[in-house]
């Protein structure tokens, strides 16, 4: 999947990961996608739901390695 923006939280935990998606999220323009790479357990739920609070699209979400890889679309 294309994407415009990596962003790498592996080995940080809740709530770091989510906190560091929005600030990147904040600094780019509508349409965008930004890939995540995280390794917290806990982020299969909070990423979902923080798409769902801030509006904000996951387009896909994936396992790659043990690393989990979140696609979220700039409204």
Known sequence: MEFDRD???K???????????KKTLADMESGQVLRVQAT?????????AFAKQTGNELVDQREVNNVFEFYLKRK
């Open 11 to 21: 080995g940080l935990n809740c709530p770091l990961p989510i906190l560091r998606t």
């Open 7 to 9: 962003l790498d939280v």
């Open 40 to 48: 917290d357990p806990g982020s299969l739920k909070d990423f979902p």
